[in-house]
């Protein structure tokens, strides 16, 4: 009996949390995300965007803020990667590691800077610009809030939109990088540099 009991338990881990849904398998509100997601995502119907399919409505306006970060925003793309990347790491979230890692090397963030900040250190040669947005991040998840001398140098460096951009930016992914936890979606390596590993 113990042992069918612990054959039932495996099975049920086994099964993920969010079956992979294909585009024939949707219809009406949860299509029209769908093909959305198909045209205007970089991964498709992977990762966030399969559990999303459940929600349509609030999918719909997520997805509107992921279009406005990638094509509107004016917050370096650099920078952009490194407060992704830096959420990633604080929130331990795979996916979102393993799909924006290889963006900030196209985007000229440095791997030097990428191998401390995926094991949970700070990176040792940051660029003005780049501690701001790492502090700034950091202090957001960690302290849900930046002090006033982080706040004053992002405004003096950024502007106030961009303040506002950087914080609605870490806010979409840590929006994100919640749904992929809850919903056990791993990356697809277990080891690299675009794996990221639990931190001790």
Not at 152 to 173: C, H, P, S
Not at 186 to 194: H, L, S
Request: positive net charge; hydrophobic residues 40%.
């Amino acid at each position: 009996m113990r042992l069918c009991l612990f054959f039932l338990c495996v099975a049920a881990m086994a099964q993920p949390r969010f079956p992979q849904r294909q585009l024939a398998e949707t219809e009406g509100a949860e299509r029209a995300l769908a093909e959305r997601f198909l045209k205007e995502t970089r991964t498709g119907l992977a990762g966030p965007w399969n559990i999303m399919l459940r929600s349509p409505a609030m999918s719909e306006n997520l997805l509107n803020i992921y279009n406005y970060y990638r094509w509107k925003s004016t917050i370096p793309k650099p920078l952009m990667e490194i407060a992704i990347l830096t959420v990633a790491r604080e929130w331990s979230v795979q996916f979102e590691w393993f799909a924006h890692y290889p963006i900030a090397l196209k985007e000229g963030v440095s791997g030097e800077l990428l191998a401390e900040l995926r094991v949970g250190k700070k990176p040792g040669k940051l660029k003005p610009e780049e501690e701001l947005v790492y502090n700034f991040a950091t202090e957001l998840c960690r302290k849900h809030t930046v002090s006033d001398a982080t706040f004053r140098r992002a405004k003096e460096t950024f502007g106030e939109q961009n303040v506002v951009d950087l914080t609605g930016l870490i806010g979409t992914y840590i929006s994100i990088g919640a749904l992929l936890n809850m919903g056990q979606v791993e990356g697809a390596k277990t080891q690299g540099p675009d794996w990221l590993p639990p931190l001790r």
